[in-house]
């Protein structure tokens, strides 16, 4: 039985995506595939429940059967952070290796996701190199590349992996076009002199960073007051308006598939955004708009949505949405396959971990 663990330098680097469509890639070659959390980051109620959201996106894509308990045995809750500060020995390593066995019976192979950061853990003594270490697997690093300061942020993932051998390779991800043959030709062979193996360099793809409205809807509980019609409308940006309103309407008309949060009481932001055409409005703070902006929105065909919660806490909850591949709908699972088809060296990652 093979195993990976999937590691990033840092939150919403693509790692859920990329476990996601590697274990469709080996279910294609007729492997079994488990998967496996071992610590919940991300809580969500699950029929009274307590799971983790990842972990609950791969049950329904791989269908599993397993016991939540077994995928993700370890839930990072204000308890789990107390006990662990007041020194209070939780013998994780066992409950790893039980939770690890369950998933991996009668399969060929057992993905494990990493949580959050490559140190999210550290002080429950559960960093992926942690984990990696009590579960005897290899890890795949996943590093969103924004900009060269990401070959600082793997040099320095890497000195927390103290056996090189541990690390199976890493994965360039979201590469912007413009910035593709700068990577290829100058970073690939930095961090590769350097005995750090690239196994590929993902380009940045709107398919997988859009999201309908109507998600946006559902995860922010929120209000539709105008242009339902358009719920399906795909968006791949956030704006924030909180300028002044001839600034307001440059700034959006650079972003045009994008959603404007701002003040329900910001008037003069909506009827900019609507202006503007950008692709929705969320207003925060529960305050109605005026009926000249849910006009003018209705005939702009723009969804026009309202939250109870701040726009601090609403952006917080929006840079966990747009960006990350969820997959809830077809064409984004089989996109993510394509990519990694052709721009990962999957024979190679196979071999490395024994398959």
Not at 70 to 79: E, F, M, S
Not at 233 to 255: Q, S
Not at 342 to 354: A, F, Q
């Amino acid at each position: 039985m093979a195993s990976i663990l999937i590691s990033s330098s840092e939150k919403y680097s693509g790692k859920s995506s990329l476990c996601t469509g590697i274990g469709m890639i080996l279910r294609n070659k007729g492997y079994s595939v488990g998967y496996m959390k071992p610590i919940g980051n991300m809580l969500v109620d699950v029929n009274g429940v307590l799971s983790d959201e990842d972990a609950e996106q791969m049950r329904r894509v791989f269908d599993l059967e397993d016991e939540p308990k077994c995928i993700t045995p370890i839930l990072l809750t204000d308890n789990l952070a107390h006990d662990a500060l007041a020194g209070v020995d939780k013998h994780f390593d066992k409950t790893l290796v039980n939770a690890f066995s369950a998933v991996s019976k009668d399969r060929d192979v057992v993905l494990i996701e990493g949580t959050g950061g490559i140190g999210g853990g550290a002080m429950y003594g559960l960093s992926d190199p942690q984990v990696s270490s009590i579960l005897g697997t290899k890890m795949l690093l996943v590093t969103r590349y924004d900009s060269v300061y990401a070959v600082d942020r793997i040099l320095c993932d890497i000195e927390l992996i103290h056996d090189p051998e541990m690390l199976a390779g890493v994965i360039l991800n979201e590469v912007d076009e413009s910035q593709m043959s700068y990577v290829c030709e100058l970073v690939v062979p930095f961090l590769e002199e350097r005995g750090i193996k690239v196994i590929g360099v993902l380009p940045k793809d709107s398919t997988l960073r859009s999201v309908p409205i109507s998600e946006i809807v559902e995860d922010l509980h929120a209000e539709v007051l105008a242009g339902s019609e358009h719920l399906e409308d795909l968006v791949d940006h956030y704006l924030v308006g909180a300028m002044e309103v001839n600034a307001a309407i440059k700034y959006f008309r650079r972003t045009p598939d994008s959603i404007v949060i701002t003040g329900g009481d910001r008037s003069d932001i909506q009827m900019a955004a609507i202006e503007a055409h950008v692709k929705g409005l969320v207003l925060t703070g529960n305050l109605q708009p005026s009926a000249a902006v849910l006009g003018s929105a209705d005939e702009a065909g723009i969804p026009v949505i309202i939250v109870r919660g701040d726009t601090m806490s609403t952006i917080g909850r929006m840079e966990g949405l747009i960006g990350r591949a969820r997959f809830r709908k077809e064409h984004k699972l089989g996109r993510m396959v394509d990519l990694i088809e052709n721009n990962v060296d999957v024979d190679g990652l196979l071999s490395t971990i024994g398959l």
